[in-house]
């Protein structure tokens, strides 16, 4: 399978345009439920890093879109990106910084945790 012509992460502002451009992308929120119902991006789909093996069907659809994932601060998140391009989705990059770093800079009325 070919190299991703896509760096493996992305910034906050970089994802908050293509959210709102909304064209073949998708933000993947791969925190747990408790996370999410604390705080979460409008858009973003929850589909956590714990259940991301069982469920990845639900990301098929994706296959060819270009997948911000995103976690608290990164790191869950850039785990993801790389097991998902492993899986084929080339295009799947993780948000560095996270939602906090988002709740810092796209988004200051987001609680921060």
């Known amino acids: 399978m070919p190299e991703s012509p896509l760096p493996i992460e992305t910034d906050c502002r970089t994802v908050a345009a293509d ?8 933000l993947l929120d791969c925190r ?18 714990s259940q991301l093996a069982s469920r990845l069907g639900e990301l098929e659809t994706y296959r060819n879109h270009n997948i911000a994932v995103h976690c608290h601060h990164g790191g869950r998140s850039l785990q993801v990106a790389h097991w998902l391009r492993k899986q084929g989705f080339r295009e ?3 948000m560095a910084g996270g939602i906090d770093e988002w709740a810092q800079t796209v988004d200051p009325s987001l609680g921060r945790y």
Do not use: R, T, Y
């Not at 439920?33 to 589909?47: C, P, T």
């Open 92 to 94: 799947a990059q993780s």
């Open 32 to 49: 747990e439920q408790d996370e999410w119902d604390l705080v979460h991006i409008e858009g973003a789909k929850l589909l956590p890093m």
């Open 19 to 26: 959210l709102a451009d909304g064209a073949n992308f998708v």
